[in-house]
């Protein structure tokens, strides 16, 4: 089982910037991919990003241009840094690992963006 730490969220104003982290108990370069889903009131979880172990990334439409997904090898961590975000990115985010077939969640950042 892999153990995720996430740090990061909070609450900003439409058109400011977060980054979100996420920090692996495990080499990540062991993980098959490493990323964010999110969770707003009354919608479905969705993938918001994710990385690949042979560093390859895809991200929902709505982020693309606006949220980017990179790692620290050395230090086990993924980030989500996220520019311009609006008040429809309001939700819990987390982060996730899968490796042998299992997928591991962190605990969930709430990241809210008034208008």
């Given at each position: ?19 979100l982290?996420?920090?692996a108990?495990?080499?990540i ?11 707003a ?8 990003a994710?990385r ?7 991200s929902?439409d709505?982020v ?6 990179s ?11 996220m520019n ?5 990115d309001?939700a ?21 963006v008034?208008?």
């Open positions: 089982q892999i153990q995720l730490v996430e740090s990061g969220g909070g609450l900003v104003q439409a058109g400011e910037s977060l980054r982290s996420c920090t108990s495990v080499n370069l062991s993980i098959d991919r490493m990323g964010w889903y999110r969770l009131p009354g919608s479905q979880r969705e993938l918001v994710v690949t172990k042979d560093a390859l990334t895809t929902l709505s693309k241009g606006r949220f980017t997904i790692s620290d090898d050395a230090k086990n961590t993924v980030y989500l840094q311009n975000l609006k008040p429809e309001t819990i985010y987390y982060c996730i690992a899968s490796r042998y077939g299992l997928v591991n969640w962190g605990q969930g950042l709430q990241v809210t008034s208008s």
